[in-house]
């Protein structure tokens, strides 16, 4: 609750910005056609959206997934990325094989930090073994935070993660 009153409303804010890689001409991501809510004060109690159907196969159901799609997928999040957006999940699931194309479901609304963009490519690099290249502050403030967490846990006797 807290959260949403310094921060606002997660969905408002990603059907804006879907809306607005939309008209910059990146046409990957799946469209939003509503968005109603029920809110108290910033607080979003209740939410329905509508969004785009995609018809195609997804990523989930392919045995195998060749160079050409990894390419694409690799690309398409590189895109997201420069037009200032992050997928938040980059799974098998979260992406749908339209035709020839690569499209991006489930997308997150949250701001686009290099953390977080150097999440998306370490995350390609675990489900699809698309080689992570950029090594920027983003990905080393990544790393070191998940060795500070690992540690932590191993002091408490916990598990690393």
Not at 33 to 52: D, F, G, H, Q, S
Not at 55 to 78: A, T
Not at 126 to 153: A, E, M, Q, S, T
């Amino acid at each position: 609750f807290f959260k949403s009153l310094v921060k606002g409303d997660y969905y408002e804010k990603l059907f804006h910005q879907t809306d607005r890689v939309r008209r910059e001409g990146f046409a990957a991501l799946n469209d939003f056609y509503l968005l109603a809510e029920i809110k108290t004060l910033r607080y979003v109690k209740t939410y329905v959206m509508i969004i785009e159907y995609i018809e195609g196969i997804e990523l989930v159901d392919m045995p195998e997934i060749s160079d050409e799609v990894r390419g694409k997928i690799k690309q398409s999040i590189y895109s997201l990325h420069q037009h200032g957006m992050v997928s938040g999940d980059p799974h098998k699931g979260n992406f749908i094989l339209q035709g020839n194309e690569i499209r991006i479901i489930d997308l997150s609304g949250k701001r686009p930090s290099r953390q977080r963009k150097a999440k998306d490519r370490i995350d390609l690099e675990r489900h699809y073994g698309i080689k992570n290249n950029v090594r920027d502050i983003g990905f080393y403030l990544l790393i070191y935070k998940k060795k500070l967490r690992n540690f932590l846990r191993r002091i408490k006797g916990k598990e690393k993660r």
